[in-house]
């Protein structure tokens, strides 16, 4: 046979050889897409391809990523970001796309084929699979996940844990327990977010008795003691361990006394007025046949600790007040309108059906009954006694409101804290409840400390300057309230805390030894949420302290308190039918009609009617004489505003506008790019921080004072080598004397961001933008922006 030899290859290449070396032929590692936890956080269940809806329709700005469900929040992960300049608070304790279980509200699945949708609830079966899940969230957001590209058995799942663990049985599956439980059987020394404290929160926890008496010593009650008599909670199990009562009233008296008031919550002591009149707080009575013997013994009581012994008003708050369930109805109004229903419908439609919710009426209803409480301890220089059916709702509101209109030390940051703390949080309000963070009834659910916000922020909107805290710091504590894992917002009070510690370390069979104590922390340690730097949102730069420099003819003075022409000395001794009193407390003023409207007018027109009436509406002219509560009220208007005095709130309608960095802060259609009130507090904050800066070099400049000790270089030079001190200030100047122009992502909402947390459709251009306050509001700051600079 033939061999065939084979033939020569004649084609030529004249290209350099291919790389055939592995290593640089392999594309880098994919980085997966993992979420950040907590000590003692879990995933419970998660699903790949997931889109995050930016808008109503498909957008080429949805995100994808990965889901998850953990036992503490949803996270979404994702390696992409969005296109927009924008800022955002930065939590510790949560990512960007997170949302705490505990904040959501409402679990919805939909089935965009079959056109099915179900409300999930805990334990609950779900027969199709869903293309789209949307989570109502009680901070008023809305969020919007499609999984049109996910497995249909991992969206189901993720879908059914996301509703289980939003409903936990018992405050013991709240996360905060697993954290602090890991933290104690890991023995580690680390924070709520991994970092080590920061030295923890100066807020008066008024656990025990040396707070009680430092209050008393600051407000100058003589005449009241603290007293012991619950300690173990034996007598009342919703009052704190400590209280203040009059000293007249001995012990065994107390304990006689408290089986005939509801909840066996005896009356306790709020705050005492300058002048000796003392803010107190009761329950019903429900011994109709002890009712007089004990109002009368109550009243003696009180009578006597006032050192001109001055009379005593008793305010039915029941009687006079929306009660916890109409306010709870009012909200879900005003969160349909503000973030579910479409804005488009006109102006004035959309303000009347703010105006129907009835929450502006309510803030309005609880700031005029504060009125009339401060001008009975101001004005008539009498005592007050706040009754409520179980004195723990209500009266926090008012007296809390109270004391703020009165005492500056109040509206100060520290002294704020101290203020929620002792009024709210150790007068037992039932937060684990009013949150309803077990989800177990609606009828216990109610926004009252949202409502009280809202009420101090319209004094802050009327008094900026009268308050070291921002309206960020209102919201952000508002927000903290759907994070559980501080001990603040997760009892119904100081006996219900200690009996939940108690049985979490009995079934977690946790021993602890002598001095150790475990215990949730409070919100006030904000550290743990924020950084120093965006802790600066906090402080006010307008905020005039108790002795804030200013100049005048050319010197630099004190700011000091000055003293009220108060109605104590000329209304002292007024019989109480002359004051008008039972009026205003139990009905309206005889010059003003509902909703502060004079006569019979309906309503106030909306446009082109403020200016021209505020004054002229506020007191008008009639032949009927003033009652000794509107000459007090007018006297008060009449002059300027003391920032370290008494204020009284304008309850107009036209004064009373809607908080709309809480309520509108994600919707994106409300947004004002590069506008709102913060560009006028990113003018003022870069002056105040000019005059820091030019205060700190003076006196660098001067030099240490005779006989004072110099301070530490912080770089280890020599003592007293100059050092620039930290500002107070989030917004900075770039360099003296030239401001820096606003930044891309300062917008209406800052420091929040809208993108990304709504699932409506994006309608830019419609009438809400003009109920933003519009044309007038951002001309003054834009023109106050451009005189700065």
């Not at 023995?187 to 923890?200: F, M």
């Not at 005889?590 to 506020?618: I, V």
């Not at 000019?690 to 003076?698: M, N």
């Not at 459709?761 to 700051?781: E, F, Y």
Request: hydrophobic share 35%; glycine share 6%; with cysteine.
């Amino acid at each position: 046979m033939f061999t065939v030899r084979p033939l020569k290859p004649t084609f030529k290449s004249y290209l350099p050889p291919l790389q055939t070396d592995v290593k640089k032929s392999q594309h880098p590692p994919v980085k997966k897409l993992e979420a950040t936890l907590l000590p003692g956080e879990i995933v419970v269940n998660e699903v790949n391809f997931v889109r995050k809806c930016i808008g109503a329709e498909k957008s080429h700005d949805d995100l994808w990523g990965k889901l998850i469900c953990t036992n503490f929040k949803v996270s979404f992960v994702t390696h992409e970001a969005l296109a927009q300049p924008r800022f955002q608070v930065s939590n510790r304790l949560l990512g960007e796309h997170d949302i705490p279980l505990a904040c959501v509200d409402q679990v919805v699945t939909v089935n965009d084929a079959k056109g099915k949708k179900k409300v999930l609830g805990s334990n609950q079966k779900l027969k199709f699979n869903p293309s789209e899940l949307i989570l109502y969230c009680k901070d008023f957001r809305i969020v919007r996940f499609s999984f049109d590209e996910a497995g249909p058995e991992g969206a189901k799942k993720v879908c059914l844990a996301i509703a289980h663990y939003s409903r936990p049985a018992d405050p013991q599956l709240l996360f905060g327990f697993e954290l602090i439980g890991t933290r104690y059987l890991g023995s580690t020394e680390d924070g709520l977010n991994g970092a080590r404290p920061t030295g923890g929160s100066q807020t008066p926890l008024f656990a025990c008795s040396s707070d009680w008496d430092r209050e008393i010593k600051r407000t100058g009650a003589a005449e009241w003691r603290v007293c012991s008599v619950n300690q173990g909670y034996g007598v009342s199990p919703s009052l704190p361990e400590f209280f203040v009562v009059p000293a007249s009233l001995a012990d065994q008296d107390l304990r006689q006394y408290a089986e005939a008031f509801s909840g066996q919550r005896l009356p306790v002591w709020c705050w005492n007025h300058p002048n000796g009149s003392a803010l107190t707080r009761m329950a019903a009575i429900t011994d109709p046949l002890q009712q007089k013997r004990l109002d009368q013994r109550i009243c003696n009581a009180i009578i006597k600790s006032h050192p001109q012994r001055g009379d005593v008003h008793k305010a039915d708050l029941d009687k006079n007040l929306p009660s916890i369930q109409q306010v709870h109805n009012s909200l879900v109004r005003l969160r349909h309108i503000c973030v579910i229903d479409p804005f488009e419908e006109t102006e004035e439609r959309w303000l009347s059906s703010v105006e129907n919710s009835q929450w502006l009426d309510y803030v309005r209803t609880f700031l005029k009954h504060s009125c009339d409480v401060v001008y009975i301890l101001e004005g008539l220089n009498a005592s007050v006694i706040l009754q409520e059916e179980e004195g723990r709702d209500l009266s926090c509101v008012v007296s809390s409101l109270v004391q703020i209109m009165v005492d500056p030390h109040f509206r100060s940051l520290s002294g704020f804290q101290s203020l929620v703390q002792k009024e709210w949080v150790m007068a037992g309000h039932r937060f684990l409840d009013r949150c309803n963070h077990l989800k177990k009834s609606d009828k216990e659910e109610s926004p009252l400390f949202l409502l009280f916000l809202d009420c101090v922020w319209q004094l802050m909107n009327q008094y900026p300057s009268a308050f070291e805290f921002t309206e960020t710091y209102l919201a952000l504590l508002s927000d903290s309230m759907w994070v559980p894992v501080f001990s603040t917002f997760l009892f119904n009070g100081p006996k219900h805390h200690a009996d939940t510690m108690h049985d979490f370390l009995e079934d977690k069979k946790i021993t602890l030894g002598e001095g150790e104590e475990l215990c949730l922390p409070p919100v006030w340690d904000w550290s743990q949420q924020l950084s120093v730097t965006d802790q600066a949102l906090f402080n006010n730069p307008i905020y005039v302290g108790k002795a804030a420099p200013y100049a005048h003819n050319g010197a630099v003075k004190s700011f000091r308190r000055t003293k009220h022409k108060t109605w104590s000395s000329t209304l002292r001794g007024t019989p109480p039918s002359q004051t008008g009193w039972s009026s205003t407390l139990r009905g309206t003023p005889p010059a003003l009609a509902r909703n502060g409207l004079q006569g019979s007018q309906g309503t106030l027109p909306r446009r082109n009617s403020l200016a021209a009436q505020l004054k002229s509406d506020l007191f008008p002219v009639r032949d009927v004489p003033e009652s000794p509560s509107e000459r007090f009220a007018r006297d008060w208007f009449s002059g300027p505003a003391d920032p370290q005095g008494l204020l009284l709130p304008q309850l107009l309608p036209s004064h009373l506008a809607l908080w709309r960095l809480y309520f509108l802060r994600w919707v994106p259609e409300a947004v004002i790019p590069r506008g709102g009130p913060v560009t006028a507090v990113h003018a003022v904050s870069q002056l105040a921080h000019e005059i820091e800066t030019l205060q700190s070099q003076l006196r660098r400049y001067k030099g240490p004072t005779p006989g004072s000790t110099p301070r530490a270089s912080p770089a280890g030079g020599p003592p007293g080598t100059p050092h620039a001190e930290p500002s107070r200030m989030f917004f900075k100047a770039g360099s003296l004397y030239e401001p820096s122009p606003p930044p891309e992502f300062l917008s209406s909402s800052f420091p929040f961001t809208p993108v990304g947390n709504l699932c409506r459709p994006n309608l830019r251009g419609t009438p809400i933008s003009k109920l933003l306050n519009g044309a007038k509001t951002w001309l003054s700051t834009e023109t106050l922006a451009g005189e700065t600079a």
